[in-house]
Nanobody
Framework: QVQLVESGGGLVQPGGSLRLSCATS????????MNWYRQAPGKQREWVAG????????SYADSVKGRFTVARNNTKNTVYLQMNSLKPEDTAVYYC???????WGQGTQVTVSS
């Protein structure tokens, strides 16, 4: 049974940083690319970042490029999203996703506000 558990969300001031984690189980983690998505209130879910199976290739939405960094640890079966220089418009529920599947985590809330 595939499980994805996000953590690390919270309330942070503009300009601050957070590191999200997504701990996975139930599948061969190193065989799958991973993605981060987010959904703000009243908006559609949007893709934020992706990372290849080995971690050697990453990609980002234009809105977060240069501020967010996606990484993975294939020994710990965990994917991370380091978020720096956070803006109020980054406020959303953040989800991890197993590439090319319908497997999603439950999400973690990130709120950027002074």
């Amino acid at each position: 049974q595939v499980q994805l558990v996000e953590s690390g969300g919270g309330l942070v001031q503009p300009g601050g940083s957070l590191r999200l984690s997504c701990a996975t189980s139930g599948f061969t983690f190193s065989d799958k690319g991973m993605n981060w998505y987010r959904q703000a209130p009243g908006k559609q879910r949007e893709w934020v970042a992706g990372i290849s199976r080995s971690g050697g290739s990453t990609s980002y939405a234009d809105s977060v490029k240069g501020r967010f960094t996606v990484a993975r640890n294939n020994t710990k079966n965990t994917v991370y999203l380091q978020m720096n220089s956070l803006k109020p418009e980054d406020t959303a529920v953040y989800y991890c996703h197993v590439d090319t599947t319908s497997h999603w985590g439950q999400g973690t809330q990130v709120t950027v506000s002074s």
